[in-house]
């Protein structure tokens, strides 16, 4: 049976990660060519799949195997809480802070008029300084305008607000997958050829109220997230 010069290339690429660990230089696609027989756009197409998968990144003019991904739990934790139980220091980047007047699907997720103002925070997610996601937050003004008074943007949102007594009840989040804008890609060091996990997500209090409306985007070479699921 004639097995596909591509699905050969990448199992080949396959066996050189194994022997290779983190930071360790991947060889370039003019060696590889080389090396398989190949043509180098059949190598660039195995080398593309990998890049996506973040099992190896570009560092300057060269490739090196990647980290492993953060794994993220879905479920009512923070980022930085879900960060540090893998080993990585979380970190944000402020991009923006205001009030804003915000479209009928937000203002009916958060149970405000049309007309009413909410507070936006968007800010780049790190894990040990690399951008990976880039969040975009939405909450209720009058429930939270005194976060403005001495909340730290860099700082964990969800640990702001339960310091002020809020208890997270329920939360309804969707995932799918999307490319990025270009100013999304710019904010994440990406180009808008990588495939991003779009979470958006909506999350109540211990009485039904609004907390937060949530979109995510993180990258997806670098993130992926877990769940734990029961029959109860």
């Not at 970190?91 to 008029?113: F, I, P, Q």
């Not at 039904?208 to 997230?225: K, M, S």
Request: net charge neutral; no cysteine; glycine share 6%.
């Amino acid at each position: 049976m004639n097995v596909p010069k591509p699905y050969l290339v990448r199992t080949r690429l396959d066996e050189i990660l194994d022997g290779l660990l983190e930071g360790d230089r991947f060889p370039p696609e003019r060696e590889l060519a080389a090396r398989f027989g190949v043509a180098r756009e059949t190598v660039r197409q195995a080398v593309h799949e990998l890049l996506v998968e973040g099992r190896i990144e570009r560092r300057g003019r060269g490739t090196v195997v990647s980290r492993p991904k953060l794994v993220q739990p879905l479920s009512l934790k923070s980022y930085t809480e879900g960060a540090q139980r893998m080993g990585r220091t979380p970190g944000r980047l402020l991009v923006t802070w205001e009030n804003v007047t915000v479209d009928a699907e937000v203002a009916a997720a958060l149970e405000v008029s049309a007309s009413s103002r909410v507070m936006h925070l968007e800010r780049v997610l790190l894990a040990d300084g690399a951008r990976i996601g880039l969040e975009s937050t939405y909450l209720p003004l009058h429930r939270f305008a005194d976060l403005s008074d001495d909340f730290d943007p860099t700082s964990s949102l969800y640990a702001a607000l339960r310091a002020r007594g809020v208890v997270f009840g329920t939360a309804t989040e969707r995932i799918e997958t999307v490319l990025p804008t270009p100013r999304e890609a710019g904010l994440l060091e990406s180009t808008t050829a990588m495939p991003m996990l779009l979470l958006n997500r909506r999350s109540l209090d211990m009485d039904g109220a609004p907390i937060e409306v949530v979109r995510a985007l993180y990258r997806g070479d670098r993130v992926a997230f877990e769940a734990v699921l029961t029959d109860r």
